[in-house]
């Protein structure tokens, strides 16, 4: 057997999969940000999202405003977009939103949702853990669920269901990874291979 050795505190090999939270601004249209700190937790209220947002920015500044967000499921066709979400501030770059994926409205909240997302979450924060240190740790009821009408044809096995809906994971290293092991690119790589947004 291998030895079990010390390494830096880190997440590398617990995969995590990617959302885009969306928030609508003040103006009535959408804003898209990407994430990995974003975990599951359960309460008699029922299933609850626990999502981890750094330094400040606009997401964060929604969030707050508005008590309501989305988390889509990043797929690998949403993945150069996401990945260009993900690394352009929206603070600091007002025309962020001229690229848009098909934007949907929420069936329960008033939320932005994204069409080509196989799982949309609808979120209302229920309480909000400032850490003291710039970071906040949102815990929220899910409010509703949309999933792609195929991922619920349960005649097809679940693992190839897994397979179409192609969620992307980091899982660690500052790569992208498929759900079957593919290399996807580096933070800020696949933003150069984006087609079919609008502008
Ligand atoms: C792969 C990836 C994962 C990210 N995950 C998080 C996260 O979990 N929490 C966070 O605060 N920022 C995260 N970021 C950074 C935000 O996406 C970034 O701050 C972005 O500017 C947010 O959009 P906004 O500035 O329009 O709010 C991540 C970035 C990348 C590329």
Redo the contacts with the bound molecule.
């Keep these: 057997m291998m030895a079990k050795v010390k390494t830096k505190i880190g997440n590398d090999y617990c995969p995590q999969a990617?959302f885009l939270y969306g928030t609508k601004q003040e103006d009535g249209q959408p804003?898209?940000?990407?994430?990995?700190?974003?975990g599951y937790y359960h309460s008699s209220e029922g299933l609850g999202v626990m999502?981890?947002?750094?330094?400040e920015?606009?997401?964060?500044?929604l969030i707050r405003k508005n008590g309501v967000f989305s988390a889509n499921l990043v797929s690998e066709q949403l993945l150069p977009l996401a990945?260009y979400?993900?690394?352009?501030?929206?603070?600091t770059?007002p025309d962020?939103m001229k690229r848009l994926p098909t934007v949907e409205w929420g069936q329960v909240l008033d939320v932005p949702t994204i069409a080509e997302s196989p799982v949309s979450f609808e979120l209302e924060v229920k309480k909000t853990i400032p850490m003291g240190d710039g970071?906040d740790i949102f815990l929220c009821l899910i409010r509703n669920v949309t999933q792609d009408e195929q991922l619920l044809d349960t005649t097809i096995p679940f693992t190839e269901r897994l397979m179409q809906a192609a969620p992307v994971l980091?899982p660690g290293d500052?790569t992208?990874s498929s759900i079957d092991g593919r290399y996807l690119g580096k933070?800020?790589e696949p933003m150069k291979n984006m087609v079919n947004t609008k502008e």
Excluded: M
Aim: proline content about 0%; hydrophobic content about 30%; aromatic content about 20%.
């Design positions: 990617l804003h898209f940000g990407l994430f990995c700190w974003f999502a981890c947002i750094g330094e920015k606009q997401t964060k500044d990945d979400y993900g690394c352009t501030c929206g603070r770059t962020k970071s980091a500052e992208y933070w800020g």
